[in-house]
């Protein structure tokens, strides 16, 4: 721990939030008509996404939090979740977009959540609790704010797993020697690519399937079939 | 950012928490039956609306919580929770009542918010985040205690909007020199007046609007209609 | 205040992660098959819950997490929750063991939290605040992560009496003198027998009553009874 105290540099952050920003405000715009989210709530979701990561992180390690230190973070996850926004109708037809962001956005929030907690002296197991918290932390404030069922505890323990996995990597890389930098890109891309490979071994998309089973719900509940 | 540190006076403090406690046993009170929120639900909600703006903008801000500091918070906030409560007949009928305090409430929670933020020394944005988020968050919390969809989501939109005009102003009146003050008062004016007017344009209650939505779609999917 | 600060030792602080953990997994298991929680859902919430309640205290009291500082918080709730989760089929049919493993654990989480609060400083009506989120705030998490209703808003209001129960009896004979040690063990034992007494009256579990008729309510909604 005689490292210097480990920085994460603003374009990294911001680069986790500006991801973050446009792959909450695709995945809110799919629900526009289902469940009347005007254009305010996907602009809000896409900044949850995008800065919830980062806040949790903070708020966990108990130091000052990153994401109030600069205009930037705002300004860049408003600026990410508009653009989600406007190209939705694009990328809605491409799920496999939205997937793949995420993957990368869960990655990069692992990542730099357990290295920030090393680098601040934090032991290895809490350090990968504090990764995969807010690498997932954005997708529980995502699905509690839209009142959808919080995704990690039903379709998307890939999610979690994915993240933990990455994060474990990371942190033991670093236990053995590893410079914190270079275990922080193998844990990235470790969650990264075990995500990516658990949408496309299911083939369709986990949470996507979800969403559909609550509505196919929904209707079978308000639309009662008569037989005289 | 000169000027010593903004300490927000107990008894303003105090004012946003007894008129959220009012506010917010107020609206659980609605919910006495429907869903059998008991005597102890309303408080706890009263409790939650009244204290959450305060410990959000604390959290986020990562300074010793002002709640936490005095015996006054909880007990103010209790008090109004009971009082409201027991007005919640007489006050029930007067839905305005309910608005225009939520008015007030959220202008409160946002001009402390950013004025607190800006005397720590934060970025004019994120200064505006944190009272965005102070003068929503009880509301969030609320509509998380109760169970209900959250409103800003979905027809509370106005009440962001509200909350983040009103913190836009009170920021760019200091950054042009404005005393923090004068600014927060026309934070204040701003957010308050806003909410108030897109109401009264609104003629219903948007909320409320919301709620009855939800007691239908209940009662549809319950009693199915049947034609023989 | 002139008492060295108070510093809960770890095996106790451990012994509540692990009660939680063993409880929350129990209470998860029981909805294998209804919601298609799997197993790493169960572990999730088995988490949530033994950690959750020592988090918010410490958020609330703004010092260093003592979850964080230790590899042994998140071994021993995850051990535990396994341990749960393997022991559900058995324990699922004595609910009485659930319901006093709960009873314990909001008793341990409601002293520590006013304890360590009173131990740093804060006034008595703050610390009670403090013991009362900190014991029920891991059943909130839970219900949140499961997409329940929140226990302590309708069934389990005696879930908050009890826990506040504890801590006003803690922070009074703390306030009239007693060392700080009895009045944690006075507080652990009132908030238990209350809850538990509390359950006895009621006879049949609170918690379990909502779970039913939710599902009964679900039931209702999706088979109509027609007659022609």
Request: hydrophobic content about 60%.
């Amino acid at each position: 721990m005689t490292e210097p105290l480990f920085l994460i540099p603003l374009w990294a952050d911001l680069l986790a939030v500006g991801l973050g920003g446009v792959q909450g405000a695709l995945f809110a715009s799919g629900f526009v008509g289902q469940r009347r989210l005007d254009l305010l709530g996907v602009v809000i979701i896409g900044t949850v996404v995008g800065m919830g990561g980062g806040l949790i992180r903070d708020l966990l390690l108990n130091v000052e939090l990153a994401t109030m230190q600069s205009n930037w973070y705002l300004l860049t996850a408003v600026a990410a979740a508009l653009l989600g926004m406007l190209l939705a109708n694009t990328f809605q037809r491409l799920n496999a977009v939205i997937v793949a962001l995420d993957a990368v956005v869960i990655g990069l929030f692992g990542a730099f959540g357990t290295s920030k907690a090393l680098a601040i002296g934090l032991p290895e197991v809490p350090a990968v609790f504090v990764g995969v918290c807010a690498a997932v932390g954005g997708s529980v404030l995502r699905d509690v704010f839209m009142g959808l069922p919080v995704a990690i505890m039903h379709v998307g323990s890939l999610y979690a797993v994915a993240a933990a996995a990455g994060c474990v990597v990371l942190a033991l890389s670093h236990a053995f020697g590893a410079p914190l930098l270079a275990a922080a890109i193998a844990g990235l891309i470790v969650t990264t690519v075990i995500r990516l490979l658990a949408v496309l071994f299911d083939i369709s998309l986990p949470e996507q399937r979800a969403l559909y089973r609550r509505k196919v719900a929904v209707e079978t509940s308000s639309i009662p079939i008569v037989r005289p």
